[in-house]
């Protein structure tokens, strides 16, 4: 079974631009989560969804924002890119994202550099 | 305000010792823990968890303790191994509420040296 896949890998960008990320899960899970890392902050919670609805939301500014399709694939996009957005964004899904209940597959990360 | 702290930045072993990874919390309301293991370029992979229910669990050479009233939580690798050596999070989930986030510490790097 192919695990969590995350495109692109690397991204560079410049400060106010926008960026996409894509995240495809496991076949079969319908919850995608998703985190930022950073060497100060370790692994952020952003938002999951499942079943194409947001289902729960961290503390980040409204820049960040995202989207789930039918088909379970996810999508995240970050407005206005500011140089504190770079960062490895991660990617993780579940069967029922239940927290704890299920364990989540993470991908390999979209390294962003915002410069 | 960190949730979850993992004071430790950084752990170099010997290869055979053990390794013992700390973290603490400062949330009562998180009742299930996990560690995950992350190498460079790779995202995080679970590695054990444990429910507040119990206060040990163990996976081959992993162990993790928990001590409630501490708010406290370690994990053991008996014996360490160079392909141990990697950062290692610590997380906690309220699995009773409707919040389906994992709180992670911002990890320590564990080197294992041959």
């Known amino acids: 079974k192919a695990g969590v896949t995350q495109t692109p890998r690397y991204l560079i960008k410049t400060r106010g631009q926008q960026v996409t990320l894509s995240c495809s899960p496991i076949s079969g899970h319908r919850s995608v989560s998703w985190y930022q890392q950073t060497p100060g902050q370790g692994l952020q919670f952003l938002f999951e969804?499942?079943?194409?609805?947001?289902?729960n939301k961290g503390n980040f500014p409204g820049r960040f924002s995202g989207r789930q399709f039918s088909n379970s694939r996810s999508e995240m996009n970050v407005s206005t890119l500011e140089l504190g957005d770079s960062a490895l964004y991660l990617c993780a899904s579940s069967l029922r994202g239940q927290g704890a209940l299920e364990t989540q597959y993470f991908g390999p990360g979209t390294r962003l550099l915002v410069l | 305000d960190q949730q979850v702290k993992q004071n430790s930045p950084s752990l170099s072993v010997q290869e055979g010792r053990i390794s013992i990874l700390n973290c603490d919390y400062t949330n009562s309301m998180f009742d299930y823990f996990l560690w995950y293991k992350k190498y460079p370029a790779e995202g995080p992979t679970f590695l054990i968890s444990i429910s507040s229910i119990k206060d040990k669990n163990e996976d081959g050479r992993f162990t993790v303790f928990l001590n409630k009233s501490a708010k406290h939580l370690s994990l053991h690798i008996v014996p360490s191994q160079p392909g141990d050596s990697a950062v290692y999070f610590c997380?906690?989930?309220?699995?009773?509420?409707?919040?389906?986030?994992?709180?992670f510490g911002k990890g320590t790097l564990l080197t294992v040296n041959p």
């Open positions: 969804y499942f079943s194409e609805t947001q289902r």
């Open positions: 997380a906690a989930v309220n699995s009773g509420g409707s919040n389906y986030k994992l709180t």
